[in-house]
């Protein structure tokens, strides 16, 4: 069975400092891994995903994660805090291959201080 | 982009009522929606993968009599909750997959919507 861990239900950062928000994963089979980002009283937006091939992979916003299969991780990183990225952060792991059924870690709420 | 919209945004009822929530693909036909809920400071749990024309699957410990689905077209499903009670509280959150080939088509989530019950 899949599952995914994610380390710290808040991370804290000054505008401007990275971030890195960690995500492990347990799976059977190759996984495909994302991570979602969900404002305030809204749904999830995708900000990037693993399938197969390139292990670092870019997002949106700046973001970035690298698959790193013998550490089983996918954390994600930003090189450069800003105010607006203050949400909550989803990590994913797809139960089969492709984007059927997601299982998602408890999330990550990243605060920015200016 | 593809669009999902959820509606209502929060709904307040009364304990024993019950309560539809709507689920839109707005300019995409969706074949598979599924369902999530998200319990305070928790992750989204999926409840039940609903595909066009046929009954729902459920995840194991979900009530199907309590949590209804219904996909009745391609850019329409909802989940009902019958009888609420207060501990149905929650945050219920719909995706759709877009696209014909939709195994690996991504998922598009709506804003999710907000369950009182008192």
């Known amino acids: 069975a899949q599952s995914v861990t994610q380390l710290g239900s808040h991370v804290s950062v000054s505008e401007g400092a990275l971030v890195l928000l960690r995500c492990n994963y347990s799976s059977s089979v190759p996984p495909y891994l994302f991570w979602y980002v969900q404002y305030p009283n809204q749904g999830l937006q995708l900000l990037l995903k693993?399938?197969?091939?390139?292990?670092l992979v870019k997002g949106i916003n700046g973001f970035e994660a690298e698959f790193k299969k013998s550490e089983t991780s996918f954390h994600l990183t930003k090189p450069s805090a800003h105010m607006s990225d203050a949400a909550e952060y989803f990590c994913a792991v797809s139960l089969n291959t492709g984007f059927q059924k997601l299982v998602f870690g408890t999330g990550t709420r990243l605060l920015v201080s200016p | 982009g593809a669009v999902v919209s959820q509606h209502p945004s929060r709904v307040i009822c009364k304990s024993g009522t019950s309560v539809k929530i709507e689920c839109r693909s707005l300019?995409?036909?969706?074949?598979?929606m599924f369902w999530y809920r998200q319990f305070p400071k928790q992750s989204l749990m999926l409840m039940a993968t609903?595909?066009?024309?046929?009954?729902?699957?459920?995840e194991q410990g979900v009530e199907k009599d309590k949590f209804l689905i219904n996909h009745a077209s391609l850019t329409l499903s909802t989940l009902t909750v019958t009888s609420a009670h207060p501990e149905d509280s929650s945050f219920y959150i719909c995706s759709a997959k877009s696209g014909t080939n939709s195994y690996n088509s991504p998922l598009h989530f709506g804003n999710g919507t907000r369950l009182t019950v008192t």
């Open positions: 300019d995409f036909q969706a074949t598979t």
């Open positions: 609903s595909n066009e024309g046929s009954k729902a699957t459920y």
């Open positions: 693993y399938t197969t091939g390139a292990t």
